[in-house]
């Protein structure tokens, strides 16, 4: 499935993140920082416009490309894969699918250039329900009027935009959501504090609070009442993301393990020699590499137009579970130093890769969408 143009920048990438972003991943975990000086490396390297086109600043490349990017960056650090992830297929997406020409030319070429966009879905009591959004949005004149608070939201305090939905209409039965770009520095938006989380503590995550937020009309991200459509598209995309970063953590931990193996001696032989370890082994193998082809798979689909969102979600939900059993049996392997915090990357990982599980749709949310779309196969009396 992989040409050769990706075998070599597969190598060109792990090269980059292996100089730039691993020497800096330990310390980003422990001391909960957001790695502001990987920015400037980011861009330069044409990271933060990955599907942005050339005529607004960006340098695009395909999805398979794309999932390399991030599961190599999640192979050494896992915030900066999902601050990737967040900023290009979150963030950057609605705007380059559902946006205006204006609004591209506005925010784009920023974008390309290492200001971070955010995705505002979550809400306290809209999670995996997510068309259950209370934030409210009021049309008064030339402009709207937007109340609310977005949880769990990805670069939250460093973002200098981000994508909110927003109900626009006060009928219960109505799901009319509204997409919005919405600006950190106009007045009535504000941030909270950064969470305090059991993995990737080195990227950002917040509330927002929008308080009497007057947004102009032309930031109205597409047409009224088409937001919640717009934000399950963005996530079909974004499911991939998860995917190749849960994919790029397993892969941190395997080969951590596996090297491991190889080197601790116990009774005089490497305990790699003993057939438990070996069969360890070819499990956590086996399930990377299924991983691996199911991404590439949804990532070929995507690029070639066809309805990939099922695939999508098959990629998350199986690499998700299979790399959180992936890091958890490296921990295993290394025996009592895996568990010390700080010294193997697999501890880390384990922590890390958790969140893939449930961000985007937590495994419960992606076995209904797998199921639903096999049983409108059977109903429609289609192809199984």
């Known amino acids: 499935m992989l040409q050769k ?32 000086e990987l920015i400037k490396p980011l861009t330069d390297e044409k990271l933060m416009g990955m599907l942005i086109s050339e005529e607004y600043g960006g340098s695009p490349i395909d999805t398979i490309s794309y ?3 991030i599961e190599e960056a999640s192979r050494v650090c896992g915030s900066t894969g999902i601050t990737l992830a967040a900023h290009n297929s979150l963030g950057c997406y609605p705007i380059i699918r559902f946006g205006s020409d204006e609004q591209k030319k506005k925010y784009l070429p920023r974008a390309a250039q290492g200001e971070l966009i955010a995705f505002a879905l979550s809400e306290p009591d809209a999670g995996s329900d997510a068309g259950s959004t209370r934030t409210y949005a009021k049309k008064e004149n030339d402009h709207w009027l937007i109340n609310g608070s977005k949880c769990w939201i990805t670069s939250g305090t460093k973002a200098f935009a981000s994508i909110a939905s927003a109900k626009t209409s006060k009928n219960p039965n109505e799901r009319a959501i509204t997409c919005f ?44 009442g088409e937001g919640f459509k717009q934000m399950l598209i963005t996530l079909d995309g974004g499911r991939i993301s998860i995917a190749a970063m849960a994919l790029g953590l397993g892969q941190g931990a395997y080969e951590c393990a596996l090297k491991y193996a190889a080197e601790r001696k116990q009774f005089g032989k490497p305990i790699s020699s003993n057939q438990a370890i070996q069969h360890k ?29 099922h695939y999508s979600a098959m990629a998350k939900l199986f690499a998700s579970e299979a790399a959180t059993k992936v890091c958890a049996t490296a921990i295993g392997i290394l025996g009592a130093v895996g568990f ?45």
């Open 340 to 384: 010390e915090t700080g010294k193997y990357p697999p501890e880390r990982m384990w922590r890390d890769v958790k969140l893939c599980e449930i961000g985007e749709g937590t495994s419960e949310i992606q076995r209904l969408i797998i199921a639903r779309e096999a049983l409108k196969r059977v109903e429609a009396n289609e192809p199984l």
């Open 67 to 69: 999932s390399i990017v």
């Open 181 to 224: 770009i919405l600006e950190k520095e106009w007045k009535g938006y504000a941030t909270g504090k950064k969470e305090n989380k059991l993995g990737l503590r080195g990227s950002d995550t917040a509330f927002l609070h929008f308080d009497d937020l007057k947004v102009p009309v032309e930031n109205q991200l597409g047409d009224v």
């Open 281 to 309: 082994l070819a499990d956590m193998a086996t399930s990377l590499e299924a991983s691996r082809l199911l991404i590439y798979e949804a990532s070929r689909m995507k690029d070639a137009g066809q309805k990939f969102g």
């Open 5 to 36: 143009n990706h075998l070599v920048f597969r190598e060109k990438i792990r090269s980059f993140m292996e100089k730039e972003v691993a020497p800096l991943a330990v310390a980003l975990d422990l001391e909960q920082r957001f790695p502001d």
